[in-house]
């Protein structure tokens, strides 16, 4: 028992920030987070500059200019737009307000689904991925109401599901609500966006974190329709109004009107991606076809655990997950610059050949 602490949250379960913290501090190269290596241009950054001389003004709760951008971009109405503090705060609306049948997701996803669903007393089950860890949208029937959520591509395994097997899902259950979660969507293909006009029970959530290079400003958002935005769009002024602050709201504004720069980012990881895939094969690794800013992969000789701990020594930090024990051996790598990715496969290659 705590003092002061309400009894309910006496058994908190946070999410582990302690790599992030270590890399941050360290002199590492962060391989580690799934951040974009390429900074946001000067022109951005003076936007930055230009919004901190307004900070005496409370940020605009409706972030109206970036919705009007961000909705011609997407081609979706202003009003079936949500943002959120990271795409985080828009999964912790979600598992507070949209899970009272319980959520469903796969065994192998982003971890935080699972901390959330506790936080919110979130009845939760996992269905495994299958032997090549794919989703098979078969397992996906009879949940009653249950909340559905699809990674896409799936973190940390970096694989897509085809758009017909998003939507085969979507379809099996036309009592739940399905959230497809697109933060990487961006290094791939076949986003689920239009499919918020087809479907009344669909929710698709974004973030500027990855490709958008902005992990460090928080923001995320989510395409869903009118209804369930309006709903959500009450939590969030319920709670927290003005939950996007006026800098992040001029960066992004700048970020969404440089389309191009994004572009040639995405283009220059997917190539960088797909080279060090093939490296990595070539020295015993098994690698997951990634479709994301990461790959996943594991050696046929040496443990996960030892590989992470030897480039962590080489100060290069991956990110390793110890459960579940079937991607034990599995690190997940986020691809860096060419320089970055060079030292890179410099170490890995020393850490095999030792
Ligand atoms: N979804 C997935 C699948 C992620 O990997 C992450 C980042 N760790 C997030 C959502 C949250 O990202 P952010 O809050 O930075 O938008």
């Given at each position: 028992m705590k003092r002061f602490l309400h009894s309910k949250f006496n058994a908190l379960d946070p999410y582990d920030t302690s790599g992030e913290l270590e890399s941050m501090n360290g002199g590492y190269i962060r391989l580690n987070t799934n951040e974009s290596p390429f900074e946001l241009s000067e022109k951005v950054m003076s936007n930055a500059g230009e919004a901190a001389r307004a900070l005496n003004f409370y940020s605009d709760p409706d972030c109206t200019r970036l919705r009007e951008k961000l909705s011609g971009l997407m081609q979706v109405n202003p009003s079936e737009i949500v943002f959120g503090n990271g795409s985080d705060e828009i999964l912790n609306f979600i598992f507070m307000a949209?899970?009272?049948?319980?959520?469903?997701?796969?065994?192998?996803?982003?971890?935080?689904?699972?901390?959330?669903?506790?936080?919110?007393?979130?009845?939760?089950?996992?269905?495994p991925l299958d032997e090549n860890f794919r989703t098979n949208p078969d397992d996906y029937k009879n949940f009653?109401?249950?909340?559905?959520?699809?990674?896409?591509?799936?973190?940390?395994?970096?694989?897509?599901?085809?758009?017909?097997?998003?939507?085969?899902?979507?379809?099996?259950n036309p009592d739940s609500l399905i959230i497809i979660d697109e933060a990487y969507i961006d290094f791939g293909d076949g986003s689920a966006k239009n499919l918020i006009h087809k479907y009344k029970n669909l929710i698709v959530v974004r973030t500027f974190s990855k490709s958008r290079s902005m992990a460090g400003a928080r923001l995320g958002w989510c395409m869903t329709c009118e209804e369930i935005?309006?709903?959500?769009?009450?939590?969030?002024?319920?709670?927290?109004?003005?939950?996007i602050n006026a800098m992040t709201q001029a960066v992004a504004l700048a970020v969404l009107e440089d389309e191009e720069s994004t572009q040639k980012n995405i283009d220059t990881i997917k190539k960088i991606r797909d080279d060090t895939k093939n490296k990595l094969r070539e020295i015993g690794f098994e690698v997951l076809d990634s479709s994301a800013n990461f790959l996943f992969a594991r050696h046929e000789k040496i443990s996960g655990e030892e590989i992470f701990e030897a480039l962590k020594r080489k100060k290069i930090m991956i990110r390793h997950f110890s459960r579940p024990e079937r991607i034990s051996n599995f690190n997940r790598i986020t691809i860096g610059t060419p320089e970055q990715m060079k030292i890179f496969l410099e170490a890995i290659k020393g850490v095999v050949s030792e």
């Open positions: 949209f899970c009272e049948h319980g959520a469903a997701f796969p065994d192998i996803a982003y971890s935080f689904y699972k901390i959330l669903a506790k936080f919110h007393g979130v009845d939760f089950l996992t269905v009653n109401e249950r909340t559905i959520i699809i990674t896409n591509p799936n973190a940390p395994t970096g694989i897509f599901l085809e758009l017909k097997d998003v939507e085969k899902i979507i379809n099996q935005a309006r709903d959500m769009n009450n939590i969030k002024n319920t709670i927290t109004p003005y939950n």
